[in-house]
T-cell receptor, first 114, second 113 residues
Framework: NAGVTQTPKFRILKIGQSMTLQCTQDMNHNYMYWYRQDPGMGLKLIYYSVGAGITDKGEVPNGYNVSRSTTEDFPLRLELAAPSQTSVYFC?????????????FGPGTRLTVL | GNSVTQMEGPVTLSEEAFLTINCTYTATGYPSLFWYVQYPGEGLQLLLKATKADDKGSNKGFEATYRKETTSFHLEKGSVQVSDSAVYFCAFISNFGNEKLTFGTGTRLTIIP
């Protein structure tokens, strides 16, 4: 079991460029999440999904898009990168609702937008 | 609105010292409470949780008790080790089903031999 994997580990983007952060889990979890972690701050929820074909906005969705075509994959798309999107991005998954189920996190992607 | 306030770091302790990291929350209803730990270069891992008032979560020698009257969930460990050096996050989720974990800003803990 690899758990939750994320690629790439690091990326530098220029303003206006686009990219996709990849997230894959092999635990057959229905729920998946994307968070961002800014320096000295807690994590903030960007988007989440409760199953293939279903996505919903979190606390800070502006500037991002997601899709969930399979149970395993939950990519995060940045269309027009801005310096405010410089952050560490974490993907997570859980068996069911986060109210009672543990979330398993990937190792993160450190993104810098210059 | 909903928020978590936890002890600001960094916190530096000697090995075998007693640890307390304070955490208080502001939430509606009866949230579930969590402590997550982030070791260097890794993602967050669930350390312990409590889902109702007076529950005590425990794991790896760490404990925290859900105190509804003081809206607190302080993390404690009787004797810390060098391997406990990490960043600790207090978090909660409302039981109204919106899937949004609210995190504190994290407390960096360093244990020196």
């Amino acid at each position: 079991n690899a758990g939750v994997t994320q690629t790439p580990k690091f990326r530098i983007l220029k303003i206006g460029q686009s990219m996709t952060l990849q997230c894959t889990q092999d635990m057959n979890h229905n729920y998946m999440y994307w968070y961002r972690q800014d320096p000295g701050m807690g994590l903030k929820l960007i988007y989440y999904s409760v199953g293939a074909g279903i996505t919903d906005k979190g606390e800070v969705p502006n500037g991002y898009n997601v899709s969930r075509s399979t149970t395993e994959d939950f990519p995060l798309r940045l269309e027009l990168a801005a310096p405010s999107q410089t952050s560490v991005y974490f993907c997570a998954s859980s068996q069911g609702t986060a109210t009672i189920n543990e979330q398993f996190f990937g190792p993160g992607t450190r993104l810098t937008v210059l | 609105g909903n928020s978590v306030t936890q002890m600001e770091g960094p916190v530096t302790l000697s090995e075998e010292a007693f640890l307390t990291i304070n955490c208080t929350y502001t939430a509606t209803g009866y949230p579930s409470l969590f402590w997550y730990v982030q070791y260097p270069g890794e993602g967050l891992q669930l350390l312990l949780k409590a889902t109702k008032a007076d529950d005590k979560g425990s794991n790896k020698g760490f404990e925290a008790t859900y105190r509804k009257e003081t809206t607190s969930f302080h993390l404690e460990k009787g004797s810390v080790q060098v391997s406990d050096s990490a960043v600790y996050f207090c978090a909660f989720i409302s039981n109204f089903g919106n899937e949004k974990l609210t995190f504190g800003t994290g407390t960096r803990l360093t244990i020196i031999p």
